[in-house]
């Protein structure tokens, strides 16, 4: 056997040798390009849902404060579905207050943004219609502002002496949902804030309006917890 001739075909790579390399290289690069976009999905998804984690603690106690110091509250649903409240204050019982809100746009107080340096971005960076979706949802699982007789809570007693002080503590719920799409698919995800708030000027107003007694045991507004 000739030792130069065995030398040569030892040298290189066969045809199927280097198919093998590329379709293990090639294998290798699809992979890891699909755990680059996975890790860019959840970056975007996690930096989309602290948007309205942030905007949905705001509005939330903006919209306790806006109750908890109101004398007077009425309520009726908006042309759009969702709650419209009607405020007013012990300064000025005259003075008409309004909050509402959209699907998309956020909430409004009085024609104007309710949060000056936070906003709902449902558009923008991660937020395109084909990418992903922020919509508040209606009631009964959305967004709601009902008081204590509505809602049928029984923790501060039955009876038809309890019940205007039942109606003078309001339960806030808001609930936004992430849609997001994915080329095989989409997935929803859900983010609900939910509060109690006691607003002793509305008990005041109320016992007023019912020729009740007025004393000062209504105690200080604000969130219950």
């Known amino acids: 056997m000739n030792p130069d ?41 996690d930096m989309v849902a602290k948007d309205i984690r942030k905007y949905g603690n705001a509005a939330m106690n903006k919209i306790v404060d806006k109750i908890s110091d109101a004398a007077r509250i009425d309520k ?77 809570y029984e923790a501060y007693g039955v009876g038809p002496g309890l019940d205007v002080v039942k109606k003078s503590v309001y339960e806030v719920t808001i609930r936004y949902a992430l849609l997001t799409r994915y080329p095989d698919g989409e997935s929803t995800e859900y983010f609900t804030f939910k509060r109690k708030v006691y607003s002793p000027q509305s008990l005041v107003y109320k016992k007023t309006q019912a020729g009740g007694s007025t004393n000062n045991s209504t105690g200080t507004g604000g969130p219950i917890s």
């Open 5 to 45: 001739k065995s030398t040569k075909r030892n040298h290189g790579l066969t045809i199927v040798e280097l198919a093998t390399v590329m379709l293990i290289i090639s294998m290798a690069g699809v992979g890891l390009v699909g755990s680059i976009i996975s890790i860019v999905g959840f970056y975007q998804d």
């Open 76 to 152: 009726r649903t908006g042309p759009n579905g969702f709650p419209l409240l009607t405020l007013y204050y012990p300064e000025d019982l005259t003075d008409a207050n309004t909050l509402q809100v959209t699907s998309q746009g956020g909430f409004y107080w009085n024609g104007q943004p309710l949060l000056k340096n936070i906003s709902l971005q449902t558009e923008g960076i991660y937020r395109d219609k084909e990418q992903r979706e922020i919509t508040l949802l209606p009631a009964p699982d959305g967004y709601s502002v009902r008081n204590m007789v509505e809602a049928n």
